[in-house]
């Protein structure tokens, strides 16, 4: 059952503003196993609960298909986030065999993938505390990176292409401001354009950055010392500023006393990436980041997941609506 429920779930292709379809396939499972939803935007089960479970709906852009080798599922979305939408659904349904109630509020955001308006649109609806449920290896990720995204242009002067010593190359100088930079904070280079067909030295570039940043550490300072070090060579447009945080309230403790309730090992992580737990946690959510499935395949034509580890978290999710 589980691998053809993640099958279906993984075949309803959902790219992020396109989740429709997976909205209205979740909301037709959760009315036959009783639950009442509401739906907007998100699908939002027991809306008057406290303590919430959330994750998202939506994928990157489709790269691979579902398939099954006995061990893992792999294909776009499986991972990230559909093997905890799974996850939540089967237990739910061990809750629906045992005559249990659910005491946690259930909730399926659209667009974590590319705006996080889903999950910002929520919060001017809901209070509470909450698991968000992203790819962790089941591990506790008490602490949450914060990000600082920019798109850095770098200017050169054109020459013709023979003539190098009458320009100024932009890639050139956008390799050596890399080079230079890297020395003030590490970074990742996700995208670098600049050049075209025509036999010319190239008069711009633009590289995309992506900057982790500890708890401790201000996006906002960091962001002052990139402009500074552009200044005059180029300019800088802020994609993402995000600060990190520390999940040190209850959501944590409730969720580690759930894990060892099921019978595994509560380790701690740190979720490297962006999530809606960053929304939810600037809207004054007691919040904590939690699911199964590797982060380092998700958005990847290797995207894969555990199914035992999609049936530890349905038990833990079991374990953790029982002590609310």
């Known amino acids: 059952m589980m691998i053809d429920l993640l099958r279906k779930l993984v075949e309803i292709k959902s790219p ?89 509020g259930i909730a399926f955001f659209r667009e974590e993938e590319e705006t996080g308006k889903g999950s910002e649109k ?20 008490a602490t949450h990176y914060g990000t600082l995204e920019v798109l850095v242009r770098i200017k050169g002067k054109p020459a013709h292409g ?28 996700l995208e670098m354009r600049g050049g075209s067909d025509e036999y010319a030295i190239p008069d711009s570039c633009e590289v995309r950055l992506d900057f982790l940043l500890e708890p401790d ?22 994609l993402e500023e995000t600060n990190g945080f520390t999940s040190i309230n209850s959501a944590k403790d409730l969720l580690e006393t759930a894990i060892k309730k099921a019978g595994l090992k509560a380790g701690y992580a740190a979720m490297p990436s962006w999530t809606d737990a ?21 958005h990847t034509p290797f995207e894969r997941i555990s199914i035992e580890e999609i049936v530890k978290a349905s038990r833990v999710i079991v374990c953790l609506n029982s002590l609310l």
């Open 16 to 104: 992020s503003g396109r989740e429709d379809e997976l909205a209205s396939f979740l909301i037709s499972y959760l009315k036959k196993l009783g639950l009442k939803t509401e739906f907007e935007y998100n699908v939002v089960v027991n809306p008057d609960a406290e303590f919430w479970l959330v994750t998202h709906m939506d994928t990157v852009t489709p790269k691979t298909g579902f398939k099954f080798d006995g061990r893992y599922a792999y294909g776009t979305g499986v991972c990230d986030a559909k093997g905890s939408i799974a996850a939540i659904l089967l237990a739910l349904e061990k809750l629906k065999k045992l005559n249990i109630g659910l005491n946690t």
């Open 122 to 141: 929520f919060t001017r609806e809901y209070s509470g505390k909450a698991v968000v449920m992203e790819p962790t290896s089941l591990k506790i990720a």
């Open 162 to 189: 023979s003539m190098p010593e009458y320009g100024k190359n932009a890639i050139e100088n956008a390799i050596e401001f890399v080079k230079r930079f890297k020395k003030v904070h590490d970074f990742t280079i």
């Open 217 to 238: 550490e201000s996006a906002s300072a960091l962001k002052e010392v990139l402009l500074d070090t552009v200044m005059g060579c180029g300019d800088v447009e802020i």
């Open 278 to 298: 960053v929304n939810l946690k600037n809207a004054g959510w007691d919040v904590v980041v939690w699911g199964p499935g590797e982060l380092a395949y998700c």
